[in-house]
């Protein structure tokens, strides 16, 4: 690798052109944004092998966030990765609504509450979840409710009610 930061760790074109290699991805789905920022486009299928290696091999051992994306047909989601001296990779990955994902917290046990949001808000089905309270939706929040979906329309009323308190925030 040819360039490194200032933790002797490569830097973040070395990172880009590493992931390429070994997994075999096309130029247009890894871009980095700036010194510090990567983001990378991947298949369901070569998301967990990629999420292993950044997490095990390069040592992106912090979990920032899941961001949950409604794509029309699809779910899509961005796990949100950094390490030491200030490095993120974000690893953007999609499936059709209705199929699950499996779970990350193998890696990260924290990751259940990122998770727990998705399934919530997004209707998302994560496999492996361990079960939990809701959240960030009431207990009481109407099953097949996900208001993040862009098709989303209240069917009940509880979920069209204005939320408690809401007014004085």
């Known amino acids: 690798m040819s360039g490194v930061t200032d933790h002797g760790r490569p830097a973040v074109a070395d990172i880009a052109a ?31 092998p990629l999420f292993d290696y950044l997490v095990k091999t390069l040592n ?33 990955t999609r499936c059709p609504k209705g199929q699950p994902i499996k779970t990350i917290t193998a890696y ?5 509450i990122y998770e727990s949001e998705l399934e919530d808000l997004f209707g998302a089905r994560v496999e492996g979840l361990p079960p939990g309270p809701r959240y960030p939706l009431p207990e009481d929040w109407p099953v097949g409710e996900h208001p993040l979906l862009k098709d989303w329309t209240p069917k009940t009323e509880a979920a069209a009610a204005p939320v408690k308190g809401a007014e004085d925030a």
């Open 18 to 48: 590493d992931l390429q290699g070994r997994f075999s991805l096309p130029e247009a789905s890894v871009k980095i944004q700036r010194a510090t920022r990567l983001w990378v486009d991947v298949d369901q299928n070569q998301f967990f």
């Open 60 to 92: 992106f051992s912090i979990l920032c966030m899941i961001t949950g994306l409604d794509l029309g047909a699809d779910l899509g989601f961005i796990y949100h990765l950094a390490r030491d001296g200030g490095v993120m990779v974000n690893v953007k």
């Open 108 to 112: 990260f046990p924290g990751g259940s």
